[in-house]
């Protein structure tokens, strides 16, 4: 067995160093327009979803954390400019950042502590920072502010009270409005 072809070692490198939150210089520019990339990021969602699936009701937040709505009509969302869809999984991107930091807090802050759950909110921190930097090699922060558009609609929320609500919308959020955005953006051949 030779040495990989040069694409897919920077894709190896690139994907051993996006979790460690560094920034991936050499990776390719549009390295998230390979399915494989964010496949990895929703399977980590997953896991620690399953994980505290596993507890009942699963570990409680000691408060309500607000979150971005997941749900997608599919109709709306094609009818969208790619402009709004950018807004729309930026901001999501956001309050699903804040959510995740503000559960590492709580939970930091809790007696249900467990190193279990703790590895799951690091990943999902990480693998937040990084879907952000691929999103902005991708180009799309650049499309949140069009000239002469009219402010965007305010981003559907609801809350979560539990560790397992919280990484089902994470694991939705990804499988859903960023995959879609991210395969648009990556058909059309947009940077």
């Known amino acids: 067995m030779g040495v990989p072809e040069r694409p ?3 894709l190896l490198l690139s994907l051993l160093l996006i979790p460690l939150g560094l920034p991936v210089l ?6 998230i ?3 494989r990339v964010l496949e990895r990021y929703i399977l980590e969602a997953k896991e620690a979803e399953n994980v505290t699936m596993g507890c009942a009701e699963g570990p409680r937040l000691s408060e309500n954390i607000t979150v971005p709505d997941t749900k997608v009509n599919f109709y709306a969302w094609k009818r969208m400019e790619v402009e709004e869809q950018a807004i729309e999984v930026w901001q999501g991107l956001s309050l699903l950042s804040e959510a995740i930091l503000q559960a590492q807090a709580l939970l930091a802050n809790s007696s249900q502590s467990s190193e279990t759950l703790q590895l ?3 990943k999902a921190i990480s693998g937040l920072r990084s879907l952000t930097s691929l999103l902005r090699v991708l180009g799309a922060q650049e499309l949140m502010s069009p000239p002469d558009t009219t402010p965007p609609a305010p981003l559907r929320t609801l809350t979560v009270d539990t560790f397992c609500k919280l990484f ?5 959020f990804l499988r859903g409005k960023l995959k879609l955005y991210t395969g648009e ?3 059309r051949g947009d940077r």
């Open 8 to 10: 897919t070692r920077l």
């Open 26 to 31: 050499c990776a390719p520019p549009r390295l």
């Open 33 to 35: 327009c390979d399915s």
């Open 120 to 122: 799951h909110i690091d």
């Open 168 to 172: 089902r919308v994470y694991t939705n």
């Open 185 to 187: 953006v990556c058909r």
